[in-house]
């Protein structure tokens, strides 16, 4: 039922927003229960929806605009630009394109804004790869201890993005 609900509505701007909004404080949870891993999966997820969902804004998309539409662009960039999109989920690669967006419609990101959201997606990066889902960090005491070493870096970092979105789009 569910997935057939999911599937019959492609996800717009705006829903990449609640959604990350709702990984966010999803994330939170998990860290305050000592679930680290889970935690700091979330919250990368949460990094990953915002950087998207900027970028489309940045490049004129509106908050009802379907996510699909937006893709191809990505494509092209990720040609162009040479940097790996790793599935379309890479940090790296969506603050490059929004950098690059915002640039080509003459609104360049403050230099004070981009040194701070690269600050992030490095600590964030240093933590959280989409592939943290297969994983479980149960049985294996050294991804435990990471993970709770992440998890604060991780968080302020994602905070950041979330308290400074406007700034990264407009």
Not at 88 to 99: E, K, M, V
Not at 105 to 127: F, K, L, Q, Y
Request: glycine share 8%; net charge neutral; proline share 4%.
């Amino acid at each position: 039922m569910l997935r057939g609900l999911l599937n019959g509505t492609p996800e717009t701007v705006q829903d990449l927003l609640f959604a990350a909004d709702e990984r966010f404080f999803d994330g939170f949870e998990l860290v305050i229960q000592g679930r680290y891993f889970g935690g700091v999966y979330c919250m990368g997820y949460t990094a990953e929806m915002l950087l998207k969902a900027a970028t489309f804004l940045a490049d004129g998309a509106r908050p009802n605009d379907f996510v699909s539409a937006k893709f191809g662009a990505a494509r092209r960039f990720a040609k162009v630009s040479g940097i790996d999109p790793e599935h379309f989920h890479s940090l790296f690669f969506w603050a490059s394109y929004l950098i690059d967006r915002r640039q080509f419609n003459g609104n360049a990101m403050s230099p004070n804004v981009r040194i701070e959201m690269d600050a992030c997606i490095r600590n964030i990066t240093a933590s959280w790869l989409v592939e943290m889902r297969y994983r479980s960090s149960a049985s294996d005491p050294l991804l435990e201890a990471a993970s709770v070493q992440s998890a604060a870096p991780v968080y302020e970092s994602v905070d950041w993005l979330r308290s400074n979105f406007g700034r990264l789009w407009r």
